[in-house]
């Protein structure tokens, strides 16, 4: 009796949410897909068949091909620092020393900031501008006689959005040292002790031992860290506004559609943008459940 | 061996004090210029220490963002609530009482938390000015539905660690589902909550994507006033660095109480649970 009205009332109790997700994200989703299949430009819904055109039209813009580019850029930069700084700052602070927590906690409170907070300061730190107008961290290496580090940051042809990676990291390579430190302790001490038996120092132990016992957390932190590189959006906002040569999809797919009005182009960006990051994430969803079902 | 092995940690301090530098740097900077008056404000001598301590920054700052603040927290704090309820909600049912097809569910929600939300934006604008529901509730209700992938995870997570024998001696007393819930889950669940609701504070305060496309002028949140003061020609960089403490405030003190709860949730966000 009292199982079967149970039964019922918990398929009654998750429904909203499940309704609200199968609405929100999944109806939402083929939505936009059918909006990057219409001809629809301009303030009221068009849904003439369109074919892949908005697709071509994309692939065609030269805007779209820097968008790509500084992508890449972005997603190296960024991945690459993030994951050996979070790493080497993670087996700094297994060491046991004094004042690992407040240097934890350090590191990592950039992560309850908005990027749109750090993005206005950094903004002033990578500020270009040179001679008597030299101001941030270009005013900082001058006084410290280091000007050979004087450099014009995200307004570096090409390379730019790396400085934008830059600020990137400073947010997020907390996240990662928080990732490793969580996979580090989970190491069994007896391990190490092992090895230290068997004569390895402890650059060896971290080679030969942690590092291959941490590629699950290698992973995980590849595959946060690189989707987040594909949305990066709100970063580069703050920092440089919508410039073309620090442009990346997330910026093109909200200012073609508001401001442009070009709703069928915009949609095929969001929708690009979704298969990217779906190539990445649900492999990784069902690697962990599936591990989390063996358990 | 042993002594050299101490020795070579003490080195350590250096690298580490060198990182706390570069994390605090920008901390610096905004601090600094904010305690300056606007007499000191000259970007030649951003990097000195202010003179005095004055707030004519902050005032500044302040008279500008009041509005959005305001806004950012009567749109969050509900937010927060009630996705962290629904999350504790399905986290139970989908830990205890499992229906047939919950283990194929749960990866569908789970996805919801990674899509890159331009993916569905223009239907997201489209429903809402369908439904009429603008602005704020419309932002805030973005917030709880989107936030119930992270939400659901967590809480689904703990209740998994529960042992089952907790449960079956409560049914055997009588106790019905949402009897177990009320008397025996909810009072041990408040360090989830808190987990959870630091982290639903935490992203739909400092959300921006959401907040630009759902929200006009009168109801902007912090994000957003703060990234249009900042791409204004009129109001200075030292006022902006004042607008970035304000802006940052909240979830600062958020982190500095709280920060171990706000560690377990940045975890869950990589499934790590």
Redesign the interface.
Known sequence: M?RD???Y???L??S???L??LI??????G??VR?SLSKWKGLS?DYTWNGIQNYLDLFADPRFQIDIRNTLIFTGVFVIGSILLGF??AV??D???KGESF?R?????????????????????M?PAGG?????LN??FT?MGLDSLVNQWHTTPTWGIAAIALAAI?QMS??TM??YL?GLRAIPEDLKEAARIDGAN?LQIYRHIMLPLLSPVTL??LI?LG?MS??V??LI??IA?KQLPLDV??IY??QI??DGLF?GR??A???L??IS??VL??P???Y??KIE?EQ | MKTQ?RL??YW??I??IL??I?????MY??IITGFKSFAEID??T??DLPHGIAFDNYIEAYSKLAPSLWNSFAMVIPAALISSI?GS??GY??AK?R?RGA?V????????M???????????V??MNMVGIKGLPGLAM?HI??G??IT?LTFRNYYASLPQELLEAAKIDGA???GIYRYILLPISMPSFVVVLIWQF?SA?????FA??LTGNSDWPI?VA??NM??SQIIS?NV??A??LL??LP??L???FL?RY??RG??A????G
């Not at chain 1, 906690?105 to 300061?121: E, R």
């Open positions: 009292l009205k149970d039964r009332l918990n398929i109790l998750i909203p949410s499940i609200a997700i929100f994200v999944y109806a939402f989703i939505w936009s909006v819904a080497t700052l700094m602070l060491q046991g020393l240097f906690s350090l590191f990592l409170f950039p992560m309850a900031i908005s990027y749109i907070v750090t993005g206005v300061v950094w903004r002033w730190l500020n008597s107008r030299t101001s941030g005013l900082l006084n400073w907390g996240y928080a990732l969580a402890e995980s932190a946060i989707h594909l949305k959006f709100d906002v703050a506004g999809p997330a797919m909200w559609t508001f709703y915009g949609a960006v969001g929708v943008l979704l990051i779906a994430i649900i990784y969803i069902r962990t459940t079902a | 092995l070579g940690k350590l301090y690298p580490l990182m706390s570069f994390y605090l740097l920008p900077i905004i970007l030649k951003m990097w629904l909600v399905n049912i989908l009482w229906f283990d569910i749960f990866p569908f929600i789970l996805f919801g990674f899509i890159p939300y331009q993916s569905i934006l223009i239907p997201l489209q429903f973005a539905i989107y119930i992938p659901t019905d589902m949402l935490t305060w400092n959300d921006f994507l630009v496309v994000t703060l990234n900042a791409g960089w902006q660095m607008g970035s802006a940052a979830t600062l958020v982190y500095i920060g706000f560690l940045l975890l966000g990589s499934l790590k």
